[in-house]
């Protein structure tokens, strides 16, 4: 059982930068893949950005690539994403998400466990 708690949303310029935190608990942390997820008003959830379990595969949406990083601390059993240079249309709820299958999460979007999510919202 894992449980996802994200922290660090907030209000931010377009331009500005914000980082994502993403808590777990369990023990079976390192065994699990790790993405970010997000949820804009009126649209469907979207892959943002994901790590594999050993921390050397990541995956970006188009959308976000050479702005946003993604990466894990193993000791903390913490995820976090990195995101510069937001826009406008990076508005949403962002969710983190842990699964056993990388491809599951960047593809189908499917993981195993979810957290609450976290507001960010980029003024123009």
């Known amino acids: 059982q894992v449980q996802l708690v994200e922290t660090g949303g907030g209000l931010v310029q377009a331009g500005g930068s914000l980082r994502l935190t993403c808590a777990a608990s369990?023990?079976?942390?390192?065994?699990?893949?790790m993405g970010w997820f997000r949820q804009a008003p009126g649209k469907e959830r979207e892959f943002v950005a994901a790590?594999?379990?050993?921390?050397?595969?990541?995956h970006y949406a188009d959308s976000v690539k050479g702005r946003f990083t993604i990466s894990r601390d193993y000791a903390k059993k913490t995820v976090y994403l990195q995101m510069n240079s937001l826009k406008p249309e990076d508005t949403a709820v962002y969710y983190c998400?842990?699964?056993?299958?990388?491809?599951?999460?960047?593809?189908?979007?499917?993981?195993?466990?979810w957290g609450q999510g976290t507001q960010v919202t980029v003024s123009s």
């Open positions: 998400a842990a699964g056993g299958d990388l491809r599951a999460i960047v593809v189908l979007a499917r993981a195993d466990y």
């Open positions: 369990g023990r079976t942390f390192t065994n699990y893949a």
């Open positions: 790590i594999n379990w050993n921390g050397v595969t990541t």
